[in-house]
């Protein structure tokens, strides 16, 4: 059986990030991606020149014909820049019942530039959060919708997660990639299970443009096929590092490069000699 991931987020030129990342990690996971463009984005590796936002009517038009003939088995939620078009996506979940609900709250670019209107951080906090299975906040995103200071260890982060759960949604994972040291932990804590740590090794790598992207969209494409979230989840964090262990086998931009989608792939092809 084939599983259907849906992308509703912004672009990417440069490929990174965005759907055009999405879609790279659905595939390279076992996904049939698609997709529902919320805003068109000049990007590239070092940054963020201009955003056009996709007029939430025609983001509704995009998911109404989508979901009247496509089965959907899971989607990742990124970048929606303004609150009208999450009201559009809070509806459509609704109206669909979409499942495995995984929302990636981008609202800054690695780069610095801000993908998300302050004054709609509210409208992403009330009307997405609780209709998310899981939210994947880094530490700044998390900052970002408690209104608080960033968290700076594992205690702060275990009391911002515990609060991030309070405000909806069904389940938590809090990335700790902005701490510092030799491992990157994350933490994946739901309302009516005991919070679970995650380690990998910190890779040395300077390209890390779409790592968010990437992560969210490998869980969404992944949980279909795993018995649970923690798989999923854990799985996922396994092929990120993979592909950040990789991400100096491309050469792309003059900025934070991105990770290697496809780095299994391509190493099959260079031991088939093809």
């Known amino acids: ?5 849906l992308s509703i987020a912004g672009t990417d030129p440069s490929g990174g990030a965005g759907i055009q990342a999405d879609l790279k990690a659905f595939s390279a996971l076992g996904g ?6 919320t805003a068109l984005v000049a990007q590239t590796t070092t940054g963020v020149t201009e955003v056009h936002d996709v007029p939430a009517r025609f983001v509704t038009s995009q998911l109404d014909t989508l979901l009247r003939d496509v089965r959907v088995d ?5 970048m929606l820049s303004n609150a009208e078009v999450i009201g559009a996506v809070a509806d459509a979940i609704d109206a669909y019942r979409l499942p ?6 981008v609202m800054v670019a690695k780069s610095g530039d801000r993908l ?11 009307q997405l959060l609780p209709r998310a299975d899981l939210i994947t906040p880094n530490l700044p995103e998390s900052a970002d919708l408690l209104g608080c200071t960033e968290a700076v260890d594992l205690a702060e982060m275990a009391e911002q997660a515990h609060r991030l759960v309070e405000l909806g949604p069904a389940r938590v994972l809090l990335k700790g990639g902005h701490l510092r040291g030799a491992t990157s932990t994350d933490l994946l804590l739901a309302p009516d299970a005991p919070p679970e740590t995650l380690t990998a090794p ?18 969404a494409a992944l949980r279909p096929q795993r018995p649970d979230w923690s798989s999923a989840v854990r799985d996922a964090k396994s ?28 190493q099959e092809k260079k031991a088939s000699g093809s």
Do not use: Q
């Not at 899971?74 to 990124?78: E, L, Q, R, T």
């Open 74 to 78: 899971a989607v990742k939620i990124g």
């Open 239 to 266: 092929y990120l590092t993979e592909a950040l262990r990789h991400a100096d086998e491309l050469d792309v931009g003059h900025g934070k490069g991105p990770v290697h989608h496809f780095y299994a792939w391509w």
């Open 202 to 219: 910190r890779v040395d790598t300077t390209n890390t443009h779409g790592t968010g992207c990437t992560l969210s969209s490998a869980i």
């Open 116 to 126: 998300l209107a302050e004054e709609a951080v509210g409208a992403l906090r009330s």
């Open 1 to 5: 059986m084939s599983f259907n991931i």
């Open 32 to 37: 049939y991606g698609m997709t529902v463009v």
């Open 100 to 105: 495995n609900v995984v929302l990636d709250p």
